[in-house]
């Protein structure tokens, strides 16, 4: 599968950003997904995961109740609503695949397959 993100953005701090990244090629519902982030000087960090039905998801304890995770089979998409940003959320942005059946949503980067090219988003204060 292939990711393409979009969504980068420059925002106030306590403004919203809405994230997508589509995927094309083998059939996305067979994915679990996720988005990680990295920020300068800072490891890659997970963010939020869906699982392939979309029923499942996990957050970071970072972002919980600031960011909501979705998908749509249909739209072979998957997205990533941001409120209440901070400027502490500035950085690239991934989404990420996990070719799995799982209902388990993993936080680990290593357990992903497929990655797409960062998208930037910063957070002023």
């Known amino acids: 599968v292939q990711l393409q993100a979009s969504g980068r953005g420059l925002v106030q701090a306590g403004g919203s950003l809405r994230l997508s990244c589509a995927a094309s090629?083998?059939?996305?519902?067979?994915?679990?997904m996720g988005w990680f982030r990295q920020a300068p000087v800072k490891g890659q960090e997970f963010v939020a995961g869906?699982?392939?039905?979309?029923?499942?998801?996990a957050y970071a304890d970072s972002v919980k109740g600031r960011f909501t995770i979705s998908r749509d089979n249909a739209e072979n998409t998957v997205s990533l609503q941001m409120d209440n940003l901070k400027p502490e959320d500035t950085a690239l942005y991934y989404c990420?695949?996990?070719?799995?059946?799982?209902?388990?949503?993993?936080?680990?980067?290593?357990?992903?397959?497929?990655w797409g090219p960062g998208t930037l988003v910063t957070v002023s204060s």
């Open positions: 990420a695949a996990d070719r799995t059946t799982s209902l388990l949503v993993t936080t680990r980067a290593q357990d992903y397959d497929a």
């Open positions: 090629g083998r059939a996305f519902s067979n994915y679990n």
């Open positions: 869906i699982d392939w039905s979309g029923k499942e998801t």
